[in-house]
């Protein structure tokens, strides 16, 4: 059996795009809800990122 399994989620932020831009790219914003990842990019189209950290005493880098 072949299955694509999907998962959705949404949230609504009341504020400014370039509020939530901000706190996109600004990798000290960033770090508050990527569990203290560095985010390592620069933001152009088509670039790499990394996120780099440790949860639970487990290090890891994970790229897309």
Known sequence: MNRQLISKSSIEINTSASIIWEALIRPEIAKEYF?????????KKGSS????????????????
């Open 35 to 43: 569990f203290g990842a560095e985010i390592m990019t620069d933001w």
């Open 49 to 64: 990122i990394t996120f780099k950290g440790e949860f639970n005493g487990n290090k890891y880098e994970e790229k897309g």
